[in-house]
Structures are given as structure tokens and as C-alpha cells.
């Protein structure tokens, strides 16, 4: 395999990371949010729901971009994108705001997956795809993972723990 084919790999994975990490820091971070907005969760929902349409409006018609375009413009572009709409959630006062930019990193997020299939299945040798795709995949397992632990590190999201010796309650 070429530094080429494993450089490509490596990006894929890392986009996969990046992407689904932030998807779903979401709901680590709602447990702030909510009191700081002053919203319920109905308007919680609202707000992942916006990320979420976005990113099956999007995906498919980026899809069809990227069979049409050159991936890697797209990529970086969308990328940003997301990143942009990331960081705008950080100065959401209002749950139209908070919608307008989890949308946002929705339509970004839109791009981190078919793009990035296409872009290693065209520089991996079809002997390789299998175990190229897989790592790509494992990116997306791994910011789940990782974010999810770093912010429980960080303490942005209480940890709760049933301890024995108390009679079931809840620990902070």
C-alpha cells in the first residue's frame, strides 16, 4: 500500500473521529445546556432533530457532489462547515439559535462519510478495502469513545454511579 493510500486512511479516520464525536457530545453537554438556555427537553430535541435533518437532507445530495467534484474541496470545505457550526453552538442563546447551528454542523457532517468511502476505495486496491474501510469506521467509533471520556474527565457531565453501601442512591 502506498504513504499515499495510508495517508488517505489516516484522514479518513481522523474526519470520522472529529465528526461523530461532535455528534454526539451532544447529548454529554445537554445537561448544561438545558438550564443554560432555559430549555426543556422537548426543546433539547428540537435542537438534535435540526442536526439531524440537516445531515439526511444533505448527505445524499453531497453525495452526488462528490461523484461530480473534486472530493477533496468538498471535503475540506464541509468540514469547516461543520467545525464552524460546532463552535457557533458555544454562543446559542435562544433554542432557534442552538437549532440554526447544530443544522449547520449537521449539513458539515454531511460530507464525513460517503466523500470519504469513495476517496479511500479509489486510492486502496480492492484486496485492501475491507480492512481500509474498517479503520476509516473505527474513527467514528473512537471519537464516541474518546469524547465521551474526555468529557468525564473534564467533569462536563456529572458521572453517576450507584454505590452499594448507600441503598441504591445516586452518586455525583
Given amino acids: 500500500m502506498s504513504k499515499r493510500a495510508v495517508a488517505i486512511i489516516v484522514a479518513g479516520f481522523f474526519t470520522g473521529f472529529v465528526a461523530f464525536a461532535i455528534r454526539n457530545a451532544y447529548g454529554l453537554l445537554l445537561p448544561l445546556m438545558i438550564p443554560s438556555l ?4 422537548t426543546g433539547a430535541g428540537i435542537i438534535y432533530s435540526s442536526y439531524f435533518i440537516a445531515y439526511t437532507v444533505f448527505a445524499p ?17 464541509f468540514v469547516v462547515i461543520l467545525g464552524t457550526g460546532s463552535a457557533l ?51 467514528s467509533a473512537t471519537g464516541i469513545a474518546v469524547i465521551s471520556a474526555l468529557m468525564s474527565l473534564l467533569a ?3 458521572i453517576r454511579y450507584v454505590h452499594i453501601s448507600n441503598g441504591g442512591r445516586s452518586q455525583s
Fill in 38 to 41: 432555559g430549555i426543556s427537553m
Fill in 61 to 77: 445530495l453531497l453525495g452526488l457532489l462528490a461523484d461530480r467534484s473534486d472530493t477533496r474541496v468538498l471535503l475540506t470545505l
Fill in 156 to 158: 462536563l457531565r456529572p
Fill in 89 to 139: 453552538m458555544s454562543f446559542s442563546t435562544t433554542i432557534i439559535h442552538a437549532s440554526l447551528f447544530f443544522a449547520l454542523a449537521g449539513v458539515g457532517h454531511s460530507t464525513c462519510w460517503v466523500p470519504v468511502v469513495a476517496v479511500v476505495q479509489r486510492w486502496v486496491s480492492e484486496g485492501r478495502r475491507g480492512i481500509a474501510l474498517a479503520i476509516v469506521d473505527l474513527g
